[in-house]
């Protein structure tokens, strides 16, 4: 089940009308342009968490 964790980047990136904006900027980057490199160390994060949840399982 923790496995699932594993889709969240795939879906939040996947439907690119949900971020294809301009506004809010961040640090002069567009939202287009910073919710894509955020997903960057938050897929890690996830892919360590689920690393560690099925190693200890099997």
Do not use: C, D, H
Not at 18 to 28: A, C, H, Q, V, W
Not at 29 to 46: D, E, G, I, K, N
Request: no cysteine.
């Amino acid at each position: 089940m923790i496995r699932l964790l594993l889709l969240l980047p795939f879906i939040g990136l996947m439907i690119v009308p949900f971020y294809n904006i301009k506004e809010p900027m961040l640090f002069g980057f567009p939202f287009f342009y910073w919710y894509q490199l955020a997903w960057v160390p938050l897929t890690s994060l996830l892919t360590w968490i689920v690393y560690r949840s099925v190693r200890n399982v099997e």
